[in-house]
């Protein structure tokens, strides 16, 4: 009888424990993900040094994208890393605008926004 009930508990922690490892399977477009993320962290920091008056929309948008993926455990940590990669990656380079960082924002807009129409493109509904 105790044999049976280890095997019957044995088999419930099994499939107890697989949902959580699945919510931390990586997606197919996790690395386009955290570039995304790396990218808005990256230009929250040089829109705000270079005068833009946009507050917190980069942050916002990285809220949003969040919000949409609904990302847990590992996957979270990893976009957020990302986009404080971004923003620290260029807080350390950048203490006020230049021709740089306008040349560096107006590349991270377009790459941001090729991998959000990428990304569209091949995963939307």
């Not at 949902?19 to 931390?24: L, V």
């Not at 570039?35 to 270079?50: D, F, K, P, S």
């Not at 005068?51 to 969040?66: F, T």
């Not at 990893?78 to 924002?105: D, E, K, L, W």
Request: with cysteine.
């Amino acid at each position: 009888m105790s044999t049976r009930f280890l095997a019957i508990f044995a088999l419930i922690l099994a499939c107890a424990a697989v949902p959580s490892r699945a919510e931390d399977v990586a997606a197919p477009f996790d690395a386009d993900l955290q570039r995304l993320a790396e990218i808005l962290g990256g230009l929250h920091y040089l829109r705000g040094i270079c005068g833009s008056n946009e507050g917190n929309k980069w942050r916002s948008e990285m809220q949003a994208l969040i919000d949409a993926e609904t990302p847990s455990g590992e996957r979270r940590t990893r976009m957020i890393a990302g986009f404080n990669r971004g923003y620290n990656g260029f807080q350390q380079t950048y203490r006020s605008c230049t021709p740089a960082a306008t040349v560096a924002i107006r590349r991270y807009i377009e790459e941001g926004s090729k991998i959000s129409r990428d990304l569209t493109a091949r995963y939307a509904n």
